[in-house]
C-alpha cells in the first residue's frame, strides 16, 4: 500500500471517529437538558409546595392564613401584611408551576391538582378581597390567566374554607 492509500484509510477513521463523538455529544447534550427539565419542575413544584407549607407551619401562621381566607378584610394591618406576604410566595409558585405547564413540561394531571389548591384558595371571601387590590401587581400574563380560570372555576371549584373544614375559623 502506498502512502496515499494509507492517507485515504485514515481520513475514513477520522470521518468515522468525528460522526461517533458528535453522536455522543448530541446524547450527552439531550440528557443534560432532559435533566435541567426535571429539576427545573422540580424546584417549581417545591415552591409552591413550600409556600403552603409555610402559611400553616404553626399555630400563628395557620390561624392567620385562616382568618385571611375567610375575612381578610377584617384583619388588622400587620396580620394582612402577614397574610399578603404568604399569598405572594404562593402566587409566585403558582407562576412558577404555571410557566413550565406552558412550556410543555409539566404534565396536565399535576398542573390541574396545583391549580384547583390556588384557585381554591383565591375564590374564598378573604381571597378574592385580597386578589382585587392585589391583582395589578403580578406580571400581566399571570394576571390575565387567573382572571379567566377564575371566572370558568368559580363554580367549580369550592373556595378553600368551605372545602377543607380546618380553614374555618374558629
Known amino acids: 500500500m502506498t502512502f496515499q492509500d494509507w492517507s485515504v ?5 477520522s470521518a468515522i471517529g468525528l ?7 448530541a ?19 417545591k ?4 409556600a403552603w407549607a409555610g402559611a400553616t407551619s404553626d399555630t400563628v401562621n395557620a390561624e392567620n392564613f385562616r382568618n385571611g381566607l375567610n375575612q381578610f378584610d377584617s384583619l388588622s394591618r400587620n396580620e394582612k401584611a402577614v397574610f399578603h406576604s404568604k399569598m405572594q ?15 410543555g413540561i409539566l404534565e396536565e394531571a ?7 389548591v390556588y384557585l381554591s384558595i383565591l375564590l374564598s371571601e378573604g381571597g378574592q378581597q385580597w386578589w382585587l387590590p392585589y391583582k395589578h401587581l403580578p406580571p400581566r400574563p399571570l394576571t390575565d390567566y387567573l382572571e379567566r380560570r377564575l371566572d ?4 367549580v371549584i369550592t373556595p378553600a374554607p368551605i372545602d377543607v373544614d380546618w380553614f374555618n375559623v374558629d
Open 47 to 50: 415552591q409552591f409546595v413550600n
Open 89 to 103: 410566595l404562593l402566587t409566585s409558585g403558582f407562576y412558577q408551576v404555571l410557566v413550565m405547564h406552558k412550556n
Open 9 to 13: 484509510i485514515a481520513d475514513i477513521v
Open 19 to 25: 460522526i461517533v463523538s458528535l453522536i455522543y455529544l
Open 152 to 155: 370558568e372555576q368559580r363554580e
Open 110 to 116: 399535576l398542573f390541574s391538582a396545583v391549580e384547583n
Open 27 to 45: 446524547i450527552q447534550v439531550r440528557n443534560g437538558n432532559r435533566q435541567e427539565t426535571v429539576q427545573g419542575v422540580r424546584e417549581a413544584i
